[in-house]
């Protein structure tokens, strides 16, 4: 019987060392296998985040095509052969609510100018109803002719695109020469 327990106590044994490796075995596995998912997730996770980045800089890409395709730009030129100012638009989009305001920086200049214009398509072109005249005696003239001399004049134009969002063109005109001095989206 001794060789019956001691056979028995050996079995117990080496059950409980095979139960240990077995454990041993599977916890290792567990280990590897949250490793491998770790690893998974970590990767998916940074892939993600690419992917949002990438996302973000299409739609500020897209923001701006799309700006760019509504943006009016609208100008003065001066058109030799009907001696006459006109606006264009030379943006990409409508102008629309278009309004002019004028400044003259010398106070003999007198200055006849419509407010508003309306809206302007791209390429459309609109003379320019006003005058630049030496004294008051000229304010009886048609508006649509215009009285040149060298004093500097400064014109801001504000419009709108279709989204109504505003933008601005500041123009200087001495004599017949038209510059633009600056111009974009008026931050409100």
């Known amino acids: 019987m001794t060789n019956g327990t001691e056979v028995a106590q050996i079995a117990v044994q080496q059950g409980a060392q095979c139960t240990e490796i077995l454990n041993s075995v599977f916890i290792a596995a567990q280990t590897i296998f949250l490793g491998i998912t770790y690893l998974i997730v970590r990767r998916y996770t940074e892939e993600t985040q690419k992917l949002r980045q990438t996302s973000e800089e299409q739609v500020k890409e897209t923001q701006k095509q799309t700006d760019q395709m509504l943006k009016p730009f609208i100008i003065i030129k001066y058109d030799s052969d009907r001696t006459k100012y006109q606006f264009v638009n030379k943006g990409s989009g409508v102008a629309l609510n278009v309004n002019i305001k004028e400044t003259a920086y010398n106070s003999k200049t007198h200055v006849g100018l419509k407010n508003s214009i309306g809206s302007l398509a791209k390429e459309e072109l ?63």
């Open 126 to 188: 609109h003379v320019v109803p006003f005058w630049v005249g030496a004294d008051d005696c000229q304010a009886d003239k048609p508006h649509d002719v215009i009285y040149y001399n060298e004093e500097l004049l400064s014109i801001n134009i504000m419009y709108e695109n279709v989204l109504f969002e505003q933008y601005y063109t500041s123009i200087q005109i001495k004599g017949r020469e038209v510059s633009v001095m600056g111009h974009g989206r008026k931050e409100v």
